[in-house]
């Protein structure tokens, strides 16, 4: 050994090849152990956010020192200093050490840094979850967006062909859809026909009945249903070799107007549904899911309330189109009708003038004619043109009379008038013509029948006389009888005439007249036609009756306007016949009773001869002023007898004397003798006459003197023609007189 | 004469008699009382007017020429007298009675003369206008008219 360089020897000689393989992957390791953290620091350099940073220094460290270590065994393998070996040593001391303290720091940091990665797993996957759920969600709130606008867009118009097509379009876009369909049940309620697709413009009339299974499903559920593509209702397509996409049905409720009452809904069990058949893309996998099942459930309701809407909407445009048409057609028959009334009025006045002026010449002409001097056959003719001339004035008044009825143009004219004039006018009227006919007619008033009546005395005699003229016309022998009485309440409602409801008041009395004949009679089926106008009785129709058939019809107007009731009781055909008629008049005030009471069949006493034949005694002794006594009651009617002394007075006056005038001022003649003298003759009250002194003073001595004594009345001389009529009619009622000046 | 102007002189001195108090209201009754049953009614109550008032008023005469009136006696004549006059309507012949009666009241002779001239004056006055008035009448009613009333 050369102990002079201090060298230490390698083991092994250095040429040897395992030395030279040693020796260059030394080398490498060094290479590889320098550029590691050269590496590492680059790296961590350009991460921000690593945390183990002085992890790292260490870890570069120890690869450092090994790296030294390595590129330092590389002097080793040749003959190498001592030095070189301490440097070596020292080189693996420090590696020595780093690599323990590295070794156990690393047992704390790898747990962290796997954990670290655990999490980095864990928030991977939450986002993931969140990001499927947010998809979610939107595709929800797309489907909300969706129905809303396609109920916006049903709901704008109520128009049922737009409502449903807006619909199906909306769908197929929302949904997208392949093809959707709407079946509407048919008018018989047994079939669903296809009314609505979306691809085909014009859908072929397919039906299907309505008792299907999957329909039934269908209707039953208030759900969409998922059905077979390949039933009756989805087979709408040509079928193709595509693979037919999901197909879903829902069914839409039609409310029908009938079944709508205002206060309740309608029955279940009249419901009627369309069917709503939904088709996915073919070949497209998509599924139906259940938002979009729940859409189309949202929509077939809408759908459901719009259509009902339109149909009420139709309904009433309906309604409306058909009041304004009857409302114009009405409009023009009023108009027509006003027209038709015009024109008639129009006619009528004309006839009224034109037919009258020539009729009034002929009969005036023809009554003329009468007068002169005529060979029979001519007398003959002249009174045919009269006779027939009457009646065709009778029938222009009748008809005119009747027209004016219609009309409701005519009044009564209320009057008070006397009744039973009216009868026996009635009866002279009537009296030649029947004894003519050799008729016997007689006239029965009831006693309690009121002598004077409100109403229409022209017009009341007019039914009358009609009645009883034809009573008079249709029978040919035997006899009339007229009866008036004051109908009583129980007799009042009759029940043939259950219309006529008399109500008896204090100021009015029911008139009942009763015209018995014994004529040809009416046959019962006559009888309701016999107060129609023209309607005459076939069998006397041919039979020279004369008349136009109005008289009746005129004279039920006018009992009518007096509230009454007429009718005709007959047996039969031969029987004779009764006419009846009620009506009702006023009762007048009770002007004329008193005087009726005491003078009954005398008429009111404004003529001259007002006490017809009333014996008085007249006394008085100066001749002049007995004879202008006289003179008054004379004029005034009465029987007078004069006397022109006291004891003349008492010798003449009897019970026939109604009244006694004495002339009282005389001087020498006892008034107050004679009054008393005569009570004394007459000794029953109604037997003595009434007596009246004359006076010329009427003090109040006198008055009470005349009183006490039994004279019943006082008259201060001289007395007027007024003045001694009153004072008569007054002692006469009153049967006491005491004038006051 | 003609008829107009006879009616027309009638009814004007009809008027003036009324205007003039010879007849009053009475006398238009009496004229009422005239109808074709009682033809000459007034005539006839006037002639018997003046028959009666000739006697009443000779009979006073005969009265008062007494030495010893017998003034009962004269006031019954006076009363007739009144009575009548009233009761034709001689309105001044009535006054004149009333102030007669009350001189015959107070017995008072020289008042009854006095008071028996004044009535024989309007008597006379009275009767001759009614006579007169009854001429125009007769006049008119020959020349075939009617009397105005």
Not at chain 1, 206 to 217: A, D, E, G, K, M
Not at chain 1, 230 to 248: D, L, Q, S
Request: with cysteine; charged share 20%; hydrophobic share 40%.
């Amino acid at each position: 050994m050369d102990s002079s360089c201090n060298c230490i020897e390698p083991q092994w000689p250095p040429d040897d090849l395992l030395m030279k393989y040693q020796y260059i992957s030394d080398f490498f390791i060094a290479l590889a152990y320098f550029s590691i953290p050269l590496e590492l620091i680059y790296f961590v350099k350009k991460s921000a956010v690593f945390p183990y940073r002085w992890v790292i220094v260490q870890f570069g460290a120890f690869i450092v020192l090994c790296g030294t270590t390595h590129l330092i065994n590389l002097w080793t393998f040749t003959l190498h200093t001592r030095t070189v070996a301490m440097v070596m040593m020292t080189a693996k001391v420090f590696t020595a050490v780093v690599s323990c303290v590295t070794a156990l720091m690393l047992v704390h940091i790898i747990p962290d840094l796997l954990s670290v990665k655990t999490r980095e797993l864990f928030l991977k996957n939450k986002a993931a979850e969140l990001d499927r759920e947010m998809g979610l969600i939107r595709t929800q709130e797309e489907t909300g967006r969706h129905v809303r606008m396609l109920t916006h867009e049903i709901r704008s118009t109520l128009d049922r062909h737009t409502i449903l097509k807006t619909t199906l379009v909306e769908l197929g876009r929302t949904l997208a859809l392949e093809e959707c369909a709407l079946w509407m049940p048919t008018r018989t309620g047994l079939e669903l026909q296809l009314s609505y697709t979306l691809r085909q413009q014009n859908p072929v009339g397919y039906t299907v009945p309505i008792h299907l299974p999957v329909i039934n499903q269908v209707f039953s559920s208030s759900h969409a249903v998922k059905i077979s593509p390949n039933c009756p209702v989805a087979r709408i397509r040509p079928a193709g070799k595509y693979m037919p996409g999901e197909v879903v049905a829902a069914r839409v409720p039609l409310l029908h107007l009938s079944n709508f009452h205002i206060n309740d809904w309608p029955e279940l069990s009249t419901k009627r549904y369309a069917l709503m058949v939904l088709m996915l893309p073919s070949d497209s996998a998509r599924q139906w899911h259940v938002h979009e099942l729940e859409l189309v459930e949202v929509v077939a309701d809408q759908v459901a309330v719009a259509l009902s809407h339109a149909a009420i909407l139709e309904e009433s445009m309906r309604a409306r189109d058909l009041l304004m048409e009857q409302n114009v057609a009405l409009d023009l028959a009023r108009r027509e009708a006003e027209m038709a009334i015009r024109a008639r009025n129009d006619f009528l006045a004309v006839l009224n003038h034109e037919m009258r002026t020539p009729m009034h010449a002929i009969i005036a002409l023809s009554s003329l004619l009468q007068e002169t001097e005529l060979t029979p056959e001519q007398r003959l003719m002249v009174e045919t043109i009269l006779k027939s001339s009457n009646l065709l004035s009778t029938l222009i008044n009748d008809v005119l009379d009747l027209s004016r009825l219609e009309d409701g143009s005519l009044q009564l004219d209320l009057g008070t008038f006397n009744l039973y004039v009216v009868f026996r006018e009635v009866l002279n009227l009537i009296k030649p013509i029947a004894s003519v006919k050799k008729l016997h007619v007689s006239l029965n008033l009831a006693p309690d029948l009121p002598e004077y009546a409100i109403g229409d005395e022209m017009r009341l005699m007019q039914t009358i006389l009609n009645v009883v003229g034809n009573a008079v016309k249709f029978s040919k022998d035997g006899s009339i009888t007229i009866t008036a009485f004051v109908a009583k309440a129980e007799l009042l409602s009759d029940s043939r005439n259950p219309e006529f409801f008399p109500v008896p008041s204090d100021n009015h009395f029911y008139l009942r007249v009763q015209v018995k004949d014994s004529g040809i009679g009416i046959s019962p089926q006559d009888l309701p036609k016999l107060f129609t106008k023209f309607a005459q009785n076939q069998s006397t129709a041919t039979q020279n009756s004369g008349g136009s058939g109005l008289g009746l019809a005129i004279c039920k107007r006018f009992v009518n306007l007096m509230e009454g009731h007429i009718w005709i009781e007959s047996e039969g055909l031969g029987k004779g016949s009764t006419a009846i008629f009620m009506v009702k008049l006023g009762i007048p005030e009770r002007l004329n009773e008193s005087k009726l009471a005491f003078m009954p069949k005398v008429p009111p006493n404004h003529g001259p001869t007002a006490f017809p034949g009333l014996k008085v005694l007249v006394m008085d002794e100066n001749g002049v002023s007995r004879k202008v006594t006289k003179g008054l009651l004379v004029h005034l009617g009465c029987d007078v007898t004069m006397v022109s002394s006291s004891e003349e007075c008492l010798r003449v006056v009897s019970n026939e004397h109604k009244v006694v005038f004495m002339d009282f001022c005389t001087p020498g003649m006892d008034g107050y003798e004679i009054a008393i003298r005569m009570h004394e003759k007459f000794t029953k009250r109604h037997e003595r006459p009434i007596i009246v002194a004359l006076t010329g003073n009427t003090d109040k001595v006198t008055k009470e003197s005349c009183m006490r004594v039994g004279m019943d009345g006082v008259i201060l001389k001289p007395v007027s023609l007024d003045k001694m009529r009153s004072v008569l009619s007054d002692l006469l009622e009153h049967r006491v007189l005491f004038e006051a000046i | 004469m003609d008829l107009a102007q006879l009616q027309r002189q009638l009814v004007d001195y009809k008027t003036s008699l009324y205007h003039e108090d010879f007849l009053d209201e009475q006398f238009t009754q009496l004229q009422e009382l005239q109808d074709e049953n009682n033809p000459d009614f007034v005539v006839e109550v006037v002639s018997l007017f003046f028959e009666d008032s000739d006697r009443l008023l000779n009979e006073l005469t005969k009265a008062l020429e007494q030495q010893s009136v017998d003034f009962k006696s004269v006031d019954a004549h006076v009363h007739q007298l009144k009575g009548s006059s009233s009761s034709i309507g001689a309105q001044r012949v009535q006054k004149v009675c009333i102030a007669f009666r009350n001189y015959c009241e107070e017995q008072n002779v020289e008042g009854c003369l006095k008071c028996l001239q004044q009535v024989r004056h309007e008597y006379s006055l009275v009767k001759t206008k009614l006579e007169f008035m009854f001429q125009l009448q007769q006049q008119i009613l020959s020349a075939g008219g009617s009397i105005p009333m």
